[in-house]
């Protein structure tokens, strides 16, 4: 356990535990570790889980459902560590984490344990509260991700019309379960965790609190620094602020982290979309999602080894099962 802790670079990881000829035994060593490691208390108890889960992505976890320790941000900027399986379900402990003057320590009162397939629970639970010290160290992120659908599809705002609730509840309960169980991750390679396919949807909830998208002309080609300079040339101040006017691309991408193997697409939907009928709009919502994914096949397919054809093939078939079913 000491040479898996002290070996920091994943390519030595993977080299050492090759070396191994006993792999139930350690894999049986790695499992009781992780049980410990799964209720980490501060940093670098997480950090030892990580390490962990990397050690048993390359040797297998067995009959154990494998899981992945993600480091994220939490909605008010700190940090947040979670594990999750192959269908994004979360499991053991998710916790949100304090500024501390040490550093970063355990909000007990944000953070849940979740059960899992070995343990199910049947609703999250708050940990027992532990004095966790605070520690000033960087938080790892699994480098090595575990096979799940390449495609998630997540939300910016809970906000929408009210015309667009009945699509996006059949992509909450419907698309995005079937995603899960019947994109085939294995067959697609490693060089990719996930294309995060981020939904913001135009909204008026009041005077107060309303967002009306405009979608720019893609052939201008704007800049963040461009939108509102275009948009009031198209609209006086006062439209703007009446209306809640944001002139946006149809598509924003953002870079291909290699550390994480994630990358993100954010997607705008302006109010005429939400005018549409529910069939129409589900219709444009998989043209627009399948843009978006192709797009990134071709920036990033030139440079690593993923079967991306036929990832994209299987992601129609499921988009077009979801649009003619539902």
Not at 95 to 120: C, M, T
Not at 256 to 263: I, N, P, V
Request: aromatic share 14%; net charge neutral.
């Amino acid at each position: 356990m000491d040479a898996i802790f002290e070996l920091n670079r994943i390519e030595d990881l993977r080299e050492y535990l090759s070396s191994k000829a006993n792999v139930d035994e350690l894999r049986k060593l790695l499992l009781e570790k992780f049980m410990i490691y799964s209720q980490y208390r501060n940093v670098q108890e997480w950090n030892a889980a990580v390490r962990i889960c990397e050690a048993l992505a390359i040797i297998g976890w067995g009959a154990h459902e494998p899981v992945e320790a993600i480091r994220g941000i939490y909605f008010n900027g700190n940090p947040e560590t979670y594990f999750i399986n192959r269908y994004n379900k979360p499991r053991f402990l998710d916790a949100v984490w304090l500024k501390r003057k040490n550093g970063f320590a355990i909000d007990y009162e944000l953070s849940f344990l979740h059960g899992s397939q070995d343990n199910p629970l049947a609703k999250p639970t708050r940990p027992c509260k532990q004095i966790g010290q605070a520690q000033d160290i960087p938080f790892y992120s699994q480098r090595n991700w575990i096979s799940k659908s390449p495609i998630c599809i997540i939300r910016g705002l809970a906000n929408c019309y009210e015309s667009s609730k009945p699509m996006i509840d059949s992509i909450e309960n419907k698309l995005i379960p079937k995603l899960s169980r019947a994109m085939r991750p294995e067959l697609y390679g490693t060089a990719i965790d996930t294309i995060k396919l981020n939904l913001s949807f135009s909204f008026f909830d009041n005077d107060h609190c309303k967002t009306n998208y405009i979608i720019a002309d893609e052939s201008l080609k704007l800049k963040k620094k461009d939108f509102y300079p275009k948009l009031l040339e198209m609209y006086s101040e006062k439209e703007i602020e009446d209306n809640g006017y944001y002139l946006r691309n149809r598509f924003t991408y953002s870079p291909f982290r290699s550390d994480t193997g994630t990358t993100r697409v954010t997607i705008f939907f302006e109010k005429e979309f939400s005018l549409l009928p529910i069939q129409e709009q589900k219709q444009l919502f998989c043209v627009y999602l399948i843009q978006a994914v192709e797009h990134v096949a071709k920036r990033l397919g030139g440079k690593m080894d993923y079967n991306f054809s036929l990832m994209i093939d299987d992601f129609k078939s499921i988009l077009d099962y979801w649009f003619k079913n539902d």
